[in-house]
C-alpha cells in the first residue's frame, strides 16, 4: 500500500498521490492520462491534476489498482485542497434573495 509520507512533493495536493516506490512503468500514465504523468528527470510517475467527476475517480482508481508496486494511494488530503474545491457547496445562493 501507497504511503502518503513517501509521496512524491511533485504530486498536487488532494486524495490521490504517487509515493517513492513507483519503478516507472507506465501503466498509470495509460490507464489515467489526464491525472499522472512523468517526472521526466526523477523517472517517476506523479498525479499533477485531482479527478473531480466519479468518472475520474473510477479511472484514477483502476490505475491504483493496476499498479504493480503498490505506489498509488488515494488517502491523499481528502477534501484539504482548498485549490480543488469540489463544485458542490453552496446550493442556497441561487436567487432565494432576490427584491
Ligand atoms: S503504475 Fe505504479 S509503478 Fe507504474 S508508473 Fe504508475 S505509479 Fe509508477
Not at 11 to 38: H, M, S
Not at 79 to 89: I, L, P, V
Request: aromatic share 8%; glycine share 10%; net charge negative.
Amino acid at each position: 500500500m501507497a504511503n502518503k509520507d513517501d509521496k512524491w512533493e511533485n504530486n498536487v495536493p488532494g486524495k490521490f498521490y504517487v509515493d517513492q516506490q513507483c519503478i516507472d512503468c507506465d501503466l498509470c500514465r495509460e490507464t489515467a492520462p489526464g491525472f499522472f504523468t512523468r517526472h521526466d528527470d526523477g523517472g517517476h510517475s506523479y498525479v499533477f491534476k485531482q479527478p473531480t467527476t466519479q468518472e475520474e475517480i473510477d479511472q484514477c482508481m483502476e490505475a491504483l489498482e493496476g499498479c504493480p508496486v503498490e505506489a498509488i494511494g488515494s488517502d491523499g488530503d481528502d477534501g484539504a485542497a482548498d485549490s480543488q474545491s469540489q463544485a458542490s457547496a453552496t446550493p442556497q445562493a441561487t436567487g432565494e434573495a432576490r427584491s
